[in-house]
């Protein structure tokens, strides 16, 4: 996996920033952008969130990058997401085998902007009985989700705020 704080994990954060600006220019989705790198910092796959475009709601961009590679188990690369992975894109990471995950921005700043999940996690929670009350975890015994945080993730999820018009979905 790639050492965290590198040049190049950062660099990778920054082409998942590019790709979530070309979402929102493109009127594709909100402000979300996913790379997937093998260990030695190459891209295999990079994605943004379609959900406005397609109309499907599982279009997140770590779930398009997966499905941009066409495998089913990636148990040797690392996600690159511009914010914390949602629940569904946590279960499609564990799916796929993807043992680890950066992100960018915080929960909160998405909830900040808009892209609150609180309702879908509680829910979520009653039926796995897991505790109700979400808080970013940065291990399992599964996946490592570790913070990757750079001045152009806030940036990033202004720039989408201050779209004239922006959808909330
Ligand atoms: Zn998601």
């Known amino acids: 996996m ?17 790709l979530a600006y070309q979402g929102i220019d493109s ?6 952008g996913a790379v997937i790198a093998d260990e ?9 969130n379609e959900v406005l475009k ?5 279009s997140h961009a770590e779930i398009m990058a ?3 590679l066409g495998s089913y188990s990636l148990p040797s690369v690392t996600m ?3 914010g914390y992975p949602c629940p569904m894109c946590l279960a499609a990471l564990l799916w796929a085998r993807i043992p680890k995950v950066y992100y960018c921005n915080d929960y909160t700043m998405a909830k900040a902007i808009g892209f609150d999940d609180d309702a879908f996690m509680h829910t979520l929670g009653e039926i796995y009985q897991c505790s109700p ?9 599964l996946i490592a989700i570790s913070p990757l945080t750079l001045p152009e993730g806030k940036e990033l999820y202004d720039y989408w705020l201050n779209q004239p018009g922006h959808k909330h979905y």
């Open 2 to 18: 790639i050492r965290p704080n590198t040049v190049s994990a950062e660099q990778l954060m920054r082409e998942a920033i590019r």
């Open 133 to 141: 009350t979400f808080s970013e975890k940065s291990h399992t015994s």
């Open 54 to 58: 397609t109309g499907d709601p599982t």
């Open 27 to 32: 009127g594709a989705g909100g402000p979300f």
């Open 66 to 68: 997966i499905r941009a």
């Open 80 to 82: 690159f997401a511009t």
């Open 40 to 48: 030695g910092g190459n891209i295999l796959a990079g994605a943004h």
